[in-house]
């Protein structure tokens, strides 16, 4: 499952309320001979971290939901990294989607291995094109908070935590691959549900990492998504298949 944040990071105030965002000291004491008891939040007076006795399986659920407190259990509480992993696998299931989709379109049956090695290349070609797409999304958003909220993004570590946030939240792409092998007439709406469901939980880890309302993480998705779209653009005015 997902371990607590190790107690020695508890100085440098790594804990939060998942309930008011308020730094903690601890997530719980331990009594020893296995009893041990949730601490209470000293702004809000609720457990800092209640999920820490959940099952895993219970707090995917909830990440699932979109609820603010699992967001802030596993980007604050949890000792998780695998972001990097999880952003690659991401972006190798949207590449697999549209070299599906290009192979799909070209019908080519011929089993020349020049054909084969193209093929191939496509792949490679749709995964960069991916990548491309995703960063410039990220950049819109980021130049968006700066500018929208500069004295939130000050520090270094303040990037690289919303930059996570955004990695992780990005897991919804991973759903684009049950939709291709259970093909079906909705398939096309399924994939815009994707779409809609990764936007959101884009949302939401702006949201809680910086601990904004809900309309200026929107506003800086609506920005990235014009940069991203011109970025589309851009490879289909050079003649590229997106």
């Known amino acids: ?53 959940y099952d895993p399986v219970i707090i995917l659920i909830n990440a699932v ?37 290009l192979q799909d379109s070209s019908q080519n049956t011929d089993p020349d291995d020049l054909i084969r090695y193209a093929k191939e290349w496509d792949f490679y070609r749709m995964f960069g094109i991916a990548s491309l797409e995703q960063t410039s999304f990220f950049i819109g958003i980021f130049i968006t908070l700066w500018w929208m909220t500069p004295e939130m993004l000050k520090r270094k570590s303040d990037f690289i935590l919303l930059l996570k946030a955004l990695l992780l939240s990005t897991y919804g792409k991973l759903l684009l691959i049950p939709a291709v092998i259970w093909e079906h007439d909705y398939t096309p709406l399924c994939l815009a549900f994707i779409k809609v469901f990764v936007l959101i939980s884009n949302s939401q880890a702006i949201r809680v990492t910086l601990n904004l309302n809900r309309i200026l993480p929107w506003f800086a998705i609506f920005f990235g998504l014009i940069l991203e779209n011109g970025v589309v653009f851009l490879f289909q005015k050079m003649g590229w298949d997106v």
């Not at 009893?35 to 007076?45: D, E, P």
């Not at 603010?68 to 992993?85: D, M, P």
Request: glycine share 6%; hydrophobic share 40%; net charge positive.
């Open 1 to 53: 499952g997902l371990g607590v944040l190790p107690p020695a990071m508890a100085a440098l105030g790594a804990y939060r309320c998942i309930e008011c965002n308020e730094e903690a000291t601890e997530l719980y004491r331990d009594y020893q001979r296995g009893v041990l008891r949730i601490s209470i939040c000293k702004s809000c007076q609720k457990p800092v971290d209640k999920y820490i006795e």
């Open 65 to 101: 939901l979109c609820k603010a407190q699992a967001y802030r259990h596993i980007l604050f509480n949890t000792k998780i990294n695998i972001h990097g992993k999880l952003c690659i696998f991401c972006l190798l299931c949207e590449a697999y989607l549209r070299w599906l989709q």
